[in-house]
């Protein structure tokens, strides 16, 4: 069962990194499935990220999405907030 905070943390890690990405030069692009964005620069491969509040494993629909992106060369990022191992 996910909590309410679970979901506010989770919201919370995604902006961060969303503002780290723009921070870094790139333009960022929310898609509703799949990964929660596409990092995007000129003259370089769009990387697709998805945000993890916690340890958890990414979805059936994220591991799909992942393999299919790596199919067509462009990478696919899990990034972790507050994730102990």
């Keep these: 069962m996910i909590r309410a905070r679970d979901i506010r943390n989770g919201k ?3 902006r961060r990194m969303v503002n780290d990405a723009k921070s870094n ?5 929310k898609i509703p ?3 929660d964005f596409i990092e995007m620069r000129p003259r370089q491969k769009p990387r697709f990220v998805e945000v993890k509040y916690g340890c958890g494993p990414i979805s059936k629909t994220q591991e799909k999405t992942k393999k299919f992106v790596e199919s067509l060369g462009m990478k696919y990022d899990v990034r972790r907030c507050a994730c102990d191992l």
Excluded at 25 to 29: A, H, L
């Design 12 to 14: 919370l890690c995604e």
């Design 25 to 29: 030069g790139y333009d960022v692009v």
């Design 33 to 35: 499935f799949g990964a």
